[in-house]
């Protein structure tokens, strides 16, 4: 498989937005002078860019790089999943080495099953099974086999045995116990972002971390019987199909955590989204997710938007309300919501919010790469409790202005956050200075750590 290809391939499309991005908000900045039609060279730069994607995804088709990735993708996804089957299912559970972990304190769902996922990757790199305690779950008392299926099918239970508490994570002890939802920053190599070493090698991805994330979750994240009879009923209700864009538009109580944003914000990238598409095949209906904790906002793009299909139901929005929740309604709301978010083919919302991150997680479990397909209004992806994240320089940066800060090739960047206007933010490790920078002069390191590699498990 041609993995330099494929990685130049979606380095280049996306420069050609970080360009778009520039281009569209100096020029934005011109219209306030007045001097120069303005929306003519925002509307011919966004053509000129459309086009440009859609040469790239020919290339990339013609070059038959895709189905190669593709294929590869799958099967790697394939075995990770058959290895998390082989760790949660063993043969004598008395004697199984576990890691013991509980859902059963006040958060939401997306930072209970993230979670869950820390635990789940403790296990992969300790050879261990995860025993979950859902006893107490302010979701639903009836605990977690209520709406999932269970992470094992022959290990339950973390009884008997010796303890030791996370961080410590000896071998010689039987159980690891996470005592509450304590992240250890200072914790072993193995904590996000690390890959596995021998997926990451073969792995064709803009994004390995997120993909290996996005496994971990898809083998939790597994609606029951009486669940996926819900959802595929509720799917018909709605009429969900392609295309469709999932957006989340998240306010209520996260309002003193990230700043809420307006409805054209998000409209604004379902628009792009759809006028990039019909360059490539005819569309017919724009069909978009609606996924919110906030009542009237459906209501609202509806009336704004009349020329898109807004799937999505007041029934998930009140059961999201801050009050409302911690129910059964409020669990089957947001696994609801999450699952069409997570199976629409580009996603907006904001990284901030852990159901955004899950659902572009979960997205990249298919086997396309679908690192591109989302647009964050704030923050850029990252995992609670993770290790720096270092981006890389890949070309030189001499500051224009006083806020920017120098690059030179080779150079370590701590992001703190992308602007999505050309510019990042961030430390240079070198020279310890803070401030803009142009995004497409970096790229992020994968951080990789020697996972075992369980050679039993066979496809
Ligand atoms: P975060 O606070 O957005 O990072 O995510 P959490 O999952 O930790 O907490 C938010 C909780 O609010 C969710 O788990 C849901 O219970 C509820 N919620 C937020 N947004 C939505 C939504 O779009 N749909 C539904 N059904 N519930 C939501």
Same mark, same amino acid.
């Given at each position: 498989?041609?993995?330099?290809?494929?990685?130049?391939?979606?380095?280049?499309?996306?420069?050609?937005?970080?360009?778009?991005?520039?281009?569209?908000?100096?020029?934005?900045?011109?219209?306030?002078?007045?001097?120069?039609?303005?929306?003519?060279?925002?509307?011919?730069?966004?053509?000129?860019?459309?086009?440009?994607?859609?040469?790239?995804?020919?290339?990339?088709?013609?070059?038959?790089?895709?189905?190669?990735?593709?294929?590869?993708?799958?099967?790697?996804?394939?075995?990770?999943?058959?290895?998390?089957?082989?760790?949660?299912?063993?043969?004598?559970?008395?004697?199984?080495?576990?890691?013991?972990?509980?859902?059963?304190?006040?958060?939401?769902?997306?930072?209970?099953?993230?979670?869950?996922?820390?635990?789940?990757?403790?296990?992969?790199?300790?050879?261990?099974?995860?025993?979950?305690?859902?006893?107490?779950?302010?979701?639903?008392?009836?605990?977690?086999?209520?709406?999932?299926?269970?992470?094992?099918?022959?290990?339950?239970?973390?009884? &008997?045995?010796? %303890? $030791?508490?996370?961080?410590?994570? /000896?071998?010689?002890?039987?159980? !690891?116990?996470?005592?509450?939802? *304590?992240?250890?920053?200072?914790?072993?190599?193995?904590?996000?972002?690390?890959?596995?070493?021998?997926?990451?090698?073969?792995?064709?991805?803009?994004?390995?971390?997120?993909?290996?994330?996005?496994?971990?979750?898809?083998?939790?994240?597994?609606?029951?019987?009486?669940?996926?009879?819900?959802?595929?009923?509720?799917?018909?209700?709605?009429?969900?199909?392609?295309?469709?864009?999932?957006?989340?538009?998240?306010?209520?109580?996260?309002?003193?955590?990230?700043?809420?944003?307006?409805?054209?914000?998000?409209?604004?990238?379902?628009?792009?989204?759809?006028?990039?598409?019909?360059?490539?095949?005819?569309?017919?209906?724009?069909?978009?997710?609606?996924?919110?904790? &906030?009542?009237? %906002? $459906?209501?609202?793009?509806?009336? /704004?938007?009349?020329?898109?299909? !807004?799937?999505?139901?007041?029934? *998930?929005?009140?059961?999201?309300?801050?009050?409302?929740?911690?129910?059964?309604?409020?669990?089957?709301?947001?696994?609801?919501?999450?699952?069409?978010?997570?199976?629409?083919?580009?996603?907006?919302?904001?990284?901030?919010?852990?159901?955004?991150?899950?659902?572009?997680?979960?997205?990249?479990?298919?086997?396309?790469?679908?690192?591109?397909?989302?647009?964050?209004?704030?923050?850029?992806?990252?995992?609670?409790?993770?290790?720096?994240?270092?981006?890389?320089?890949?070309?030189?940066?001499?500051?224009?202005?006083?806020?920017?800060?120098?690059?030179?090739?080779?150079?370590?960047?701590?992001?703190?956050?992308?602007?999505?206007?050309?510019?990042?933010?961030?430390?240079?490790?070198?020279?310890?200075?803070?401030?803009?920078?142009?995004?497409?002069?970096?790229?992020?390191?994968?951080?990789?750590?020697?996972?075992?590699?369980?050679?039993?498990?066979?496809?």
């Amino acid at each position: 498989t041609n993995k330099p290809y494929a990685s130049k391939h979606r380095h280049i499309l996306n420069n050609i937005e970080e360009f778009w991005f520039y281009v569209q908000s100096e020029v934005r900045k011109l219209k306030k002078s007045n001097a120069v039609d303005v929306d003519k060279i925002l509307d011919l730069t966004s053509q000129f860019k459309r086009s440009l994607m859609t040469d790239m995804e020919e290339l990339g088709t013609l070059a038959g790089g895709d189905t190669l990735a593709e294929r590869q993708n799958r099967r790697l996804g394939e075995l990770v999943q058959a290895r998390l089957r082989h760790i949660q299912n063993p043969r004598d559970c008395k004697t199984a080495r576990k890691v013991s972990c509980q859902i059963n304190w006040a958060c939401g769902f997306g930072c209970q099953l993230h979670h869950v996922t820390y635990c789940l990757i403790i296990a992969y790199a300790t050879n261990r099974t995860l025993v979950l305690d859902s006893t107490g779950w302010n979701y639903h008392s009836g605990g977690w086999e209520e709406m999932f299926e269970p992470l094992s099918q022959t290990c339950r239970t973390a009884t &008997e045995g010796s %303890v $030791i508490y996370w961080p410590d994570h /000896k071998p010689d002890k039987q159980i !690891i116990k996470l005592a509450s939802q *304590t992240y250890s920053l200072s914790g072993p190599g193995f904590i996000p972002r690390a890959v596995p070493q021998d997926i990451a090698q073969e792995l064709i991805h803009g994004e390995p971390i997120v993909w290996w994330v996005g496994q971990i979750v898809k083998y939790i994240f597994k609606p029951n019987a009486k669940v996926r009879a819900m959802l595929s009923h509720h799917a018909q209700q709605i009429g969900f199909s392609h295309p469709v864009v999932g957006v989340h538009i998240r306010r209520t109580d996260k309002g003193s955590e990230a700043a809420p944003h307006p409805i054209h914000e998000y409209m604004r990238h379902v628009e792009e989204y759809y006028a990039q598409l019909s360059l490539q095949v005819n569309v017919t209906e724009r069909k978009v997710y609606v996924a919110t904790d &906030e009542k009237g %906002v $459906i209501m609202e793009i509806r009336q /704004k938007y009349p020329a898109y299909t !807004i799937l999505g139901d007041a029934s *998930t929005v009140e059961a999201a309300s801050s009050d409302r929740r911690y129910s059964t309604a409020g669990l089957l709301g947001i696994i609801t919501d999450l699952y069409f978010l997570s199976h629409s083919d580009y996603l907006v919302c904001t990284f901030s919010s852990q159901i955004c991150r899950i659902a572009y997680e979960l997205l990249n479990t298919d086997h396309r790469d679908a690192s591109l397909n989302f647009k964050s209004l704030d923050d850029i992806w990252f995992f609670a409790g993770q290790r720096d994240n270092i981006q890389l320089a890949v070309l030189d940066h001499t500051p224009q202005t006083a806020d920017q800060i120098e690059l030179r090739v080779g150079d370590e960047v701590k992001p703190a956050g992308n602007h999505w206007d050309g510019f990042s933010r961030g430390t240079n490790l070198r020279t310890n200075r803070h401030g803009l920078y142009p995004s497409f002069k970096v790229i992020s390191r994968v951080e990789t750590y020697k996972f075992p590699t369980y050679p039993e498990v066979k496809l």
